[in-house]
């Protein structure tokens, strides 16, 4: 079984995420040490938190982390962590794990924000991610901020609200949703399947 | 396709057990939390909310166990709420399965927590629960709404319905807003339990004048109720407890009706 690390922020609920890892075939465990990242077959970092307290939690492993990923560990950033993977957001200062070009901004005014709840995501560009899935189909989304990436070839799907804004991202081995996989019911787990799949190629 | 209309089963537990009163009292017994937890996920519930709702008048901290046996059972997204009254509380009851916090009292005892858990959890974990009760008489300071039973205000409880507070509904709601709300859990105090409707007039009143989301709760008893609140109603969300809990209709019911009726749900 590959071995997921959930990156621990400090912050937040990592129960629902581990739990839906482990039915999809991880062997999931929670943490921020280096010796546990060490065992890492892939690497998750969660949505829950703010940018700027994620990134200061994140300060002693942060060069590890990309160290990681430049030599090709997976990585799968959810939500806020999927913005992490870019390199700035207007919720706060502190550098991102710069993993993507490109920066975080506001949802904009004239919608409700935070964006809160079930909205439908389009595909763009087929992935076996999206495997067995509609197009479009619903996930849970629950954020203020979006990131926009310089290179539009790493969008794979988006979804709109206020603005078209990119709801998965992904580039060699870096992979990101906007939206929560773990809290979107069967069509979340099935992500999550094609992405464990995917992973033991 | 924009953002679907939430439908939110809404479990009322008191010491393990999932009850369900008629304005806050002569509460009845509704069932296990976990096993209804289950079914309204399997039904296609948008989120769940869990509320203890002794917890706050008795001072006691929240059912641990109890949020991490329903937390287990559901993959949707799961809001706790009663008892919640410091960060510590609320890292707890996160750390336990929930992926938002509810608080009541305790916002309005001490508003600049609502502050310290958005800063700390990020805004959209962070859920504010007003209750509110028409008054209609006048008071000075106070935002007055034209309803079908005349002129009134809402006024803010706390402790499970049992104290008033004298603040205004919806000077709160932009209030707690402004201080780092993510979302507000509005209850009519004088619909909770009822089936006799939303508050319409209090939903939309509220809803109009923050940029947060709102999930309208209290009096839902037959779909044309849902479909008022999420339209005339201009809420985000409908919860409702009672008529789920007693399968009076199903939560996939109730979402075809809508649909057909135009109003965006996951179905």
């Known amino acids: 079984m590959p071995k997921a690390v959930i990156i621990d922020y400090g912050v937040g609920n990592l129960y629902n995420l581990k739990h839906a890892?482990?039915?999809?075939?991880?062997?999931?465990?929670?943490?921020?040490?280096?010796?546990?990242?060490k065992q890492a077959d892939v690497v998750i970092l969660p949505g829950v938190g703010n940018f700027s307290a994620a990134i200061k939690r994140l300060t002693i492993v942060k060069e590890y982390l990309t160290d990681l990923a430049r030599n090709g560990a997976p990585f799968f950033g959810i939500c806020l962590g999927m913005q992490l993977l870019f390199r700035k957001s207007e919720e706060g200062n502190?550098?991102?794990?710069?993993?993507?070009?490109?920066?975080?901004?506001?949802?904009?005014?004239?919608?409700?924000?935070?964006?809160?709840g079930w909205n439908t995501v389009t595909i763009?560009?087929?992935?076996?991610?999206?495997?067995?899935?509609?197009?479009?189909?619903?996930?849970?989304?629950?954020?203020?901020?979006?990131?926009?990436?310089?290179?539009?070839n790493v969008i794979c799907a988006e979804t709109t609200y206020g603005v078209k804004f990119a709801s998965v991202v992904a580039k060699n081995n870096i992979l990101g949703t906007q939206f929560h996989p773990e809290k979107s019911g069967d069509v979340g787990l099935r992500f999550l399947e094609n992405f464990s799949n995917f992973i033991k190629r | 396709m924009p953002l679907t209309k939430r439908i939110i089963p809404c479990l009322d537990v008191d010491h393990g057990k999932v009850v369900k009163g008629v304005h806050f009292l002569?509460?009845?017994?509704?069932?296990?939390?976990?096993?209804?937890?289950?079914?309204?996920?399997?039904?296609?519930?948008?989120e769940l909310?869990?509320?203890?709702?002794t917890a706050s008048s008795?001072?006691?901290?929240?059912?641990?166990?109890?949020?991490?046996?329903?937390?287990?059972?559901?993959?949707?997204?799961?809001?706790?709420?009663?008892?919640?009254?410091?960060?510590?509380?609320?890292?707890?009851?996160?750390?336990?399965?929930?992926d938002k916090v509810s608080i009541n009292t305790a916002a309005v005892e001490q508003p600049s927590l609502i502050t310290k858990l958005s800063e700390s959890f990020g805004r959209q974990c962070v859920v504010v629960a007003i209750d509110a009760k028409r008054r209609y008489e006048?008071?000075?300071?106070?935002?007055?709404?034209?309803?079908?039973?005349?002129?009134?205000?809402?006024?803010?409880?706390?402790?499970?319905?049992?104290?008033?507070?004298?603040?205004?509904?919806?000077?709160?709601?932009?209030?707690?807003e402004q201080l780092g709300a993510g979302e507000i859990l509005l209850t009519s105090m004088?619909?909770?339990?009822?089936?006799?409707?939303?508050?319409?007039?209090?939903?939309?009143?509220?809803s109009e004048n923050v940029n947060i989301p709102v999930i309208a709760s209290g009096g839902a008893g037959c779909p044309e109720h849902f479909l008022e609140v999420l339209s005339i109603g201009k809420a985000d969300a409908a919860l409702a407890a009672s008529i789920f809990h007693y399968n009076k209709y199903t939560i996939q019911f109730i979402k075809r009706f809508l649909r057909a009726r135009g109003v965006e749900v996951r179905l």
Request: aromatic share 8%; hydrophobic share 35%; charged share 30%.
């Open chain 1, 21 to 37: 890892l482990s039915e999809v075939g991880f062997s999931p465990s929670i943490g921020l040490s280096k010796a546990l990242l």
């Open chain 1, 94 to 116: 502190g550098e991102g794990l710069a993993l993507l070009e490109g920066g975080n901004i506001r949802l904009p005014c004239s919608v409700k924000v935070p964006h809160m």
């Open chain 1, 124 to 152: 763009v560009k087929p992935t076996v991610l999206f495997e067995s899935l509609e197009d479009p189909f619903y996930c849970y989304f629950a954020h203020s901020y979006y990131p926009i990436p310089d290179d539009r």
């Open chain 2, 26 to 46: 002569n509460l009845k017994d509704a069932g296990d939390p976990a096993e209804l937890a289950k079914r309204y996920s399997e039904e296609g519930a948008d």
């Open chain 2, 49 to 53: 909310v869990f509320l203890d709702i």
């Open chain 2, 58 to 98: 008795e001072k006691r901290k929240i059912l641990k166990d109890v949020v991490k046996r329903v937390a287990s059972e559901i993959d949707i997204p799961f809001t706790v709420g009663g008892g919640i009254r410091s960060l510590s509380d609320a890292r707890t009851t996160l750390c336990g399965g929930a």
């Open chain 2, 138 to 176: 006048e008071k000075r300071g106070k935002i007055t709404v034209e309803t079908k039973e005349g002129r009134c205000w809402f006024e803010v409880y706390t402790y499970g319905g049992r104290r008033p507070t004298g603040l205004d509904a919806i000077q709160w709601a932009a209030k707690v």
């Open chain 2, 190 to 206: 004088d619909r909770d339990g009822t089936e006799k409707g939303f508050d319409l007039e209090l939903t939309r009143s509220v």
